[in-house]
């Protein structure tokens, strides 16, 4: 088995939308998830205080990627910003009742909650997002960006 197989969500090119700074905030989510991945495996399954604070690094990183695709979309005047934005809050309010169920103590599942996020970012990307890449890259193609 080679390292990459080793990865909970490796970065594939098939992720990529084109656009560097977008790009590159992907692969960094997905580090975080895989860190996130990453404590639930250690020990005997799970740790604690590392999945505490890979998550809150998590939480922080997501809400700056959001403001950096919403700022992009409201600069280009992307028709699919108000449902690309709800989705956004949806994911954010989702992870943070997770989190909140964790801090709580109440019955929650650190693999399933791993999951989760693997799941969301992988179709959020592969959908959502690669839809406002094209529309970028097509006005950018025209000339039609400052």
């Keep these: 088995m080679t390292p990459q197989d080793e990865v909970f969500i490796p970065w594939e090119e098939r992720f990529a939308l084109g656009i560097p700074l977008v790009d590159n905030q992907h692969k960094e989510l997905l580090n975080l998830a895989n860190e996130l991945h990453e404590t639930c ?39 699919g910003l108000a449902e690309h934005k709800s989705e956004h809050h949806q994911f954010i309010h989702q992870v943070l009742a997770g989190v909140k169920e964790f801090e709580d103590g109440k019955a929650f599942v650190p693999n399933k909650f791993v999951l989760f996020l693997k799941e969301w970012i992988l179709s959020h990307i592969a959908l959502m997002d690669q839809k406002m890449a094209l529309y970028v890259l097509d006005l950018a193609k025209r000339g039609m960006l400052k």
């Design 41 to 79: 495996r250690q020990g005997k399954g799970f740790a604690p205080e590392g999945f505490r604070k890979a998550a809150a690094a998590a939480v922080e990183y997501v809400k700056t990627h959001f403001s950096t695709e919403e700022k992009i979309m409201e600069r280009v005047g992307y028709p």
